[in-house]
């Protein structure tokens, strides 16, 4: 029989970790215990999983040496306070927040891209998952830089509500319902309406008039081609909708690529569908999937050495919670 895991899920009434709890169910993750943590006591106080009822614990008083992996799902206040100490108490601490995307001594990992940066993680037991909206991005433009080079990226990333939370996808539904009936709406979880409206800013504005998740976009995506001469020019939009990430990107390449050799690249990537005589949407495409779908697939007119295309994929899955599991799937391994 494979060896059973001790895990302890960290977040756990977050979207991203509840998609999480789901996927370990869909995946047969060889599990042999589950602790379910938040960072403090709430309204939830058990969990289902594999057909049992587990009480959620707070991470306050959780001994970390029971465990063999710890999903941080909780945000970057809950990694700082706790992900040092449970490292140090043995475990490999699986990070979806902000803490240490930009630590050079922590792996930003993403297994289909660089996979083989996951063997760092076993000197100081941590490994980091990217910003969902890179991860979506890196499944189509890593097996680009490897063929061509990527010398640019100009992209708008059409951000779903859900990559907010629970209060996200509250807020929409409030404001559509009280529009629909006539009634006024105020803002509460975003600077401004969010129903039938877009938002161009997500996190805070920087001297340069670029946004903190714009900047962010730009560091991963450098760091995680190996690459930090690709200029990656990015605009961050909250839309209205309720799950699923979009991107309209625009690339150029550093040789020359024909169109047939980027598909015949792209083809060979797991995970990236190439789609090319349907209709790609969130509604359609980006609810409830583990693949990353890249459409409308073209030359740019414009320039010599230029790409377009469209990307969607369910943020919380691939984008969150799926590129966790499966980073603690590839740790595992060489164990079975």
């Known amino acids: 029989m494979s060896q059973q895991f001790d895990i302890a899920l960290l977040g756990v009434d977050t979207l991203v970790g509840q998609t999480l709890l789901e996927l370990l169910d869909e995946r047969d993750f060889p599990c042999a215990r ?36 710890a999903f941080f799902m909780a945000g ?3 990694t700082a306070r706790w992900a040092e100490q449970a490292a140090e108490a043995g475990c490999l601490v699986i990070d979806n927040s902000l803490h240490y995307r930009t630590d050079p001594s922590v792996p930003l990992v993403i297994p289909e891209v660089n996979g083989d940066l996951l063997a760092e993680a076993r000197g100081r037991n941590i490994v980091a998952s990217p910003t969902c909206i890179v991860t979506e991005l890196m499944m189509a433009l890593k097996p ?10 100009n992209l708008v990333s059409l951000q779903s509500v859900s990559g907010s939370g629970q209060a ?44 903190l998740e714009e900047w962010r976009l ?37 040789y020359p690529v024909s169109l047939e050799e980027v598909r015949h690249c792209l083809a060979q990537v797991p995970g990236l569908t190439l789609v090319d005589d349907e209709l790609v949407t969130p509604v359609t495409h980006g609810v409830n999937d583990t693949q990353v779908y890249l459409s409308r697939l073209r030359q740019d ?11 969607v994929t369910d943020n919380l899955r691939k984008g969150g919670a799926l590129n966790c599991l499966q980073l603690a799937e590839a740790w595992i391994q060489p164990q079975h």
């Open 168 to 211: 996200g996808v509250d807020e929409l539904a409030r404001q559509t319902a009280q529009l629909l009936n006539g009634r006024p709406v105020e803002p509460s979880a975003y600077a401004g309406q969010i129903a039938f409206n877009l938002l161009p800013s997500i996190d805070a504005v920087q001297e340069d008039g670029f946004t």
């Open 76 to 78: 970057s206040a809950a």
């Open 144 to 153: 680009l830089h490897d063929e061509a080079g990527i010398a640019r990226v």
């Open 34 to 69: 589950l602790f379910p943590l938040v960072s403090e006591a709430g309204e939830l106080e058990s969990v289902r999983f594999s057909g049992k009822t587990l009480a959620v614990q707070e991470a306050a008083a959780f001994d970390w040496s029971q465990v063999q992996l």
């Open 218 to 254: 730009a560091q991963e995506t450098c760091r995680i081609l190996g690459d930090d001469s690709i200029g990656v020019n990015a605009t961050c939009v909250r839309v209205p909708v309720f799950f699923g990430h979009s991107q309209v990107v625009h690339l150029e390449t550093r």
């Open 301 to 311: 007119p414009t320039h010599p050495q230029g790409l377009d295309f469209w990307l």
